[in-house]
């Protein structure tokens, strides 16, 4: 089975190799998993509604946030879990097996009477 590293572990960087303007958005899209088109329609609607605060915020990021080239990015790529079929429907089974012991207990008289109880 494959790790994923938690959030936590994500760095965020300016992307050099997708930038137009300095490689926020792209740094942005790549660090939330969003598709760059999203992130920079976003980004021109910010700059519309708050120009001054999205300005100083952007510039401020392109001075701060370093910014990596896809050479660089093997230190930070997440690897993406891929689960063979196998697994998949293992995971299934056992899910099945849960809901139908979970709707065994539902539907049970026994839980009935416990709902009964706990409203005296």
């Given amino acids: 089975m494959n790790t994923v590293r938690a959030p936590s572990d994500r760095r965020f960087y300016r992307d050099a190799d997708r930038a137009v303007f300095g490689g926020v958005c792209a740094?942005?899209?790549?660090?939330?998993?969003?598709?760059?088109?999203?992130?920079r329609i976003l980004?021109?609607?910010a700059f519309f509604m708050v120009m001054p605060v999205a300005v100083i915020a952007y510039l401020a990021a392109v001075f701060l946030i370093p910014a990596v080239s896809r050479r660089e990015l093997?230190?930070?790529?997440?690897?993406r879990p891929t689960a063979t079929a196998?697994?998949?429907?293992?995971?299934?089974?056992?899910?099945d097996a849960r809901l139908a012991t979970l709707e065994r207990h539902?539907?049970?008289?026994?839980?009935q009477l416990d709902q009964?109880?706990?409203r005296l």
């Fill in 27 to 39: 740094g942005l899209a790549g660090y939330f998993g969003l598709q760059l088109k999203v992130i």
């Fill in 43 to 45: 980004a021109i609607v």
């Fill in 74 to 79: 093997k230190e930070f790529d997440v690897p």
């Fill in 86 to 95: 196998e697994e998949i429907r293992r995971r299934c089974r056992e899910i």
């Fill in 106 to 111: 539902v539907t049970s008289s026994r839980f």
């Fill in 116 to 118: 009964e109880l706990s």
